[in-house]
C-alpha cells in the first residue's frame, strides 16, 4: 500500500556538533597538559571528548534510525546500547501513541512514545491471577530531533500509518506543567 519510509540521522547537525566537542576536547586536554592538572585534563576529554564520540559515530552511520512500513515501526537501537538492536514495533500492536513536546534549557526536544500491548506468556507464580488479567504493556519512546525528516513530517506520517490522531503533550516551565492537545 504505501512504500516504506527510512529515516536516519541529520548530518548536518551531527558533523558541526563533532568539530565542535572536538576542538573543545583539544583546548581542554592541550590546557590540562599545560597546567600539569589531572583534573583539568580528565574534565577536558570527559566534558568535551565523550560528546564528541558520540556525534561522531551518529556522524557515520549509514544505517536508518526509523523505517516505516505498512507492517510497522522499525527501530535500530545500536545508539542508545539497548540489549537488542532491532525492535519492530507492529501497527496492530500500539496501544497508544503521544508526541511529548518539552522545553529545556537548550531548547525544544521531541519525543515520539508509543504504548505497545506485549504478546507475553502469563506468569507462573501468578496464583490470584491479578497479573496476568490486566493487559501488558511496554512504553518505547523515540527522540525524533536531529533526523533527516523534520518530527511534524514524522508524526504525521506515523498518524496516517495509525489510522488515528497523535496527542501532542507539552512539558515546559520551571515545574514542568503538562497541556495535552490533540
Known amino acids: 500500500m504505501y512504500e516504506p519510509v527510512t529515516i ?12 565542535l566537542f572536538g576542538i573543545l576536547a583539544v583546548v581542554g586536554i592541550e590546557r590540562g597538559i599545560a597546567a600539569q592538572s589531572v583534573f ?17 559515530r551518529l556522524a557515520l552511520r549509514r544505517a536508518p534510525y526509523i523505517i516505516v512500513d505498512d507492517e510497522g515501526l522499525i527501530v535500530d537501537r545500536r545508539r542508545v546500547g ?19 513536546q518539552r522545553q529545556g534549557p ?15 506468556k502469563p506468569r507462573e507464580d501468578d496464583a490470584s491471577g491479578l497479573e496476568t488479567s490486566r493487559v501488558p504493556v511496554e512504553t518505547v519512546g523515540l527522540s525524533i530531533d536531529m533526523l ?10 506515523v498518524e496516517k ?22
Open 8 to 19: 536516519g540521522f541529520n548530518r548536518r547537525l551531527t558533523v558541526p556538533a563533532t568539530a
Open 40 to 56: 583539568a585534563l580528565t574534565m577536558g576529554i570527559v566534558i568535551a571528548g565523550l560528546p564528541c564520540i558520540y556525534y561522531a
Open 82 to 100: 539497548h540489549p537488542w538492536r532491532r525492535a519492530v514495533v507492529p501497527w496492530s500492536s500500539v496501544f497508544e501513541a503521544e508526541m511529548r
Open 106 to 120: 537548550f531548547g525544544v526536544s521531541h519525543d515520539l512514545v508509543l504504548t505497545v500491548r506485549r504478546e507475553d
Open 148 to 157: 533527516t525528516m523534520p518530527w511534524g513530517d514524522i508524526v504525521a506520517l
Open 161 to 182: 500509518r495509525l489510522g488515528k490522531p497523535i496527542a501532542v503533550k507539552r512539558e515546559g516551565g520551571m515545574f514542568g506543567k503538562t497541556r495535552t492537545s490533540s
